[in-house]
């Protein structure tokens, strides 16, 4: 009986073969279809056929993944410019996972923030550079676990901090569900790698896994991408300190030439601003420019004085022996290098300010310019010292009268003068801390002799009409702010000059007792006064006061020149005709003004020893309110 009972129906060898090809190509079958070509093999049967091919359907989907993952891994590596990777990276990604927006955000670990720095698929302007402050959103909150995030629907989530510019930048894009992986090696975290669509929906396991793995190999192709950088970029720096070497050593030869051939700030100067391609100035130890490049001049000193900036920065170069930054003014690229010998102060150098900060090797280099300087300015001191030391004790032997004749003329002609000739002498009243300032700022005229006296510093100008290089001698004086007053004297033989000068000094002492306190007067026009009132300037003014009170208080309350009527007066012989003429002015202008005099002075004014006195009365009143030429 049993070997009569037919066998249970099952599916035919073709259709066998059938359902195996269609498992190997990885194309998942529905029940229908398996009952089809399982026929009566049973439920079971059609069940596990329908699980296997969707396992083989999802292996052959991972296959594809993880070949197009080698494959971007491959097509990454020959990238080594960062922000090109980043790029890269995220075109890749956006590829690989088929999202509406894919986008990178570099994690800088001193700030602990992220910022977007390449996206795909973005509308908004504001999404890249977006910042993403620490603790803030999911990316913050991968950071911190090395794990992914991610949402459904970003607004329904409430469970991490937002921020309002990212609220308003996601609200632009329109985005809804996120991911985000980290992109770490080591345990460094580079940055976080975002997949987002614009619509609400979960993300599977498989999808997670596979932007993680992306991510791992994105993060050691970034790593990489990032040491090609700095190794490039060090490079470049080793690059561009070699051309500094190679150039600061060119300006250090050219500096040591400088010295070796006598030569002075101008060049140093120029040399300097060539090499750092700015301008360069060059000052003494009062701050007086010596020397700049093109227009350097013109920006360091106001009204002759340096600027305050500048002076507080040359007092900090002095005291490190380093070039000081000039700080305000818009001057903060500006440096300052102080000359010195020890701790005394022989200069400055200013360097202006470019475009970019000095590097250090561009500031050794100013530094070591300061150091040439340094050489030059004392090689000149100890030749000017010397110079001068026999200059001026030919002057003071010419100043008191004492020394031979032969010996003073041949010490004269020595220094390039001739002895006998007239000889003019400028008298300089210096306050005694400044005199050997004065005369420092004296010594590089050849066209005269200085030396220090008991009272300031005296010049000796050979020849007629001095004149222009007396008040040369007085311009250098003021520079050095060493007085504002000179008198000069005027001798015919140098056996005068002795008497000269004396006659000068006293004059300079009665001059500041009537007011005169800056400009260059002559001694001869003040003689009469020092043969009336010796040195005392102050008994002259008194004088004056006395006899033209009365006048100088009515020209100051009716605005009129009463004084000036009364000095032409005594110029023109006391005529009235001639005064008028003198002034300008008609006859009876004048008449009307002598008679406001009478009133004034009383009726015996005109009386000649009334006019004597008040003539010297006047010319004194008009020498302390009128500045010479």
């Not at 561009?240 to 600061?248: G, L, S």
């Not at 009334?610 to 004194?620: D, Q």
Request: aromatic share 4%; charged share 25%; glycine share 8%.
């Amino acid at each position: 009986m049993a070997e009569n009972t037919p066998a249970p129906a099952g599916p035919s060898q073709r259709s066998v073969v059938e359902l195996l090809r269609r498992l190997e190509t990885g194309e998942v079958l529905g029940a229908p279809e398996a009952r089809r070509l399982l026929g009566s093999a049973g439920e079971d049967l059609t069940a596990q056929i329908q699980r296997t091919s969707a396992l083989v359907g999802r292996l052959r989907r991972r296959e594809r993944e993880l070949l197009a993952l080698i494959t971007s891994t491959h097509d990454l590596v020959d990238v080594h410019e960062v922000q090109a990777v980043l790029n890269r990276l995220v075109d890749r990604a956006h590829d690989l996972v088929g999202t509406d927006v894919t986008y990178m955000s570099v994690y800088d670990a001193r700030t602990d923030e992220l910022f977007v720095r390449a996206g795909r698929g973005t509308v908004s302007p504001r999404f890249l550079g977006l910042r993403v402050p620490a603790g803030v959103g999911i990316a913050s909150r991968v950071v911190r676990t090395l794990a992914p995030h991610w949402v459904a629907d970003y607004w329904d989530t409430s469970d991490f901090d937002h921020d309002p510019e990212i609220d308003r930048t996601i609200r632009e894009e329109r985005l809804r569900s996120l991911l985000g992986v980290p992109v770490s090696a080591d345990g460094e975290i580079l940055g976080v790698l975002f997949a987002a669509d614009r619509s609400a929906r979960s993300f599977g396991g498989e999808e997670i896994a596979l932007l993680s793995a992306f991510a791992d190999q994105a993060a050691l192709i970034l790593r990489t991408a990032r040491l090609f950088s700095a190794a490039a970029e060090a490079a470049e720096r080793a690059e561009r300190h070699a051309e500094e070497m190679d150039t600061a050593a060119r300006v250090h030869e050219r500096l040591t030439a400088l010295v070796l051939s006598g030569h002075g700030p101008r060049e140093v100067a120029e040399t300097l601003s060539g090499a750092l391609g700015r301008p360069v100035a060059v000052a003494d130890r009062d701050h007086v420019p010596l020397a700049s490049s093109a227009a350097a001049t013109e920006s360091w000193w106001h009204g002759g004085r340096l600027l305050a900036d500048a002076a507080r920065a040359a007092e900090e170069s002095r005291v490190s022996g380093r070039c000081a930054p000039v700080r305000g003014h818009g001057r903060d690229l500006a440096v300052v290098a102080a000359v010195v010998a020890g701790s005394d102060l022989l200069g400055l150098v200013l360097v202006g300010s470019g475009e970019a900060p000095l590097s250090d090797l561009e500031q050794r280099t100013i530094e070591r310019s300061a150091q040439i300087l340094a050489l030059l300015t004392m090689r000149r001191d100890a030749l000017t010292e010397a110079e001068d030391r026999v200059r001026g004790e030919l002057a003071l032997d010419l100043l008191s009268g004492s020394g031979d004749t032969d010996s003073l003329e041949r010490r004269a002609r020595a220094r390039g003068f001739e002895l006998h000739q007239p000889w003019t002498v400028v008298v300089l009243p210096v306050p005694d801390e400044r005199r050997h300032t004065v005369l420092r700022a004296l010594s590089g005229g050849r066209a005269w002799l200085a030396a220090l006296q008991e009272r300031g510093v005296a010049v000796l100008i050979p020849g007629e009409g001095a004149g222009e290089r007396a008040e040369e001698v007085t311009h250098r004086a003021r520079r050095a702010r060493g007085g504002a007053m000179s008198v000069v004297g005027h001798a015919a033989r140098p056996d005068a000059v002795p008497a000269t000068a004396t006659e000068a000094w006293d004059c300079a002492l009665l001059l500041p007792g009537l007011g005169a306190t800056e400009g260059v007067y002559d001694a001869e026009d003040h003689t009469p006064y020092l043969a009336m009132f010796g040195t005392d300037g102050e008994r002259a003014r008194r004088f004056a006061r006395r006899l033209l009170g009365p006048v100088v208080e009515w020209d100051r309350e009716h605005g009129t020149d009463l004084v000036d009527t009364l000095i032409a007066y005594l110029d023109n012989g006391a005529g009235v005709t001639r005064t008028s003429r003198a002034l300008f002015v008609h006859a009876n202008t004048v008449k009307q003004r002598l008679e406001r005099l009478t009133a004034l002075l009383g009726p015996e004014w005109r009386t000649p020893e009334h006019l004597f006195r008040l003539g010297v009365a006047a010319r004194l009143h008009r020498l302390g309110v009128k500045r010479p030429g």
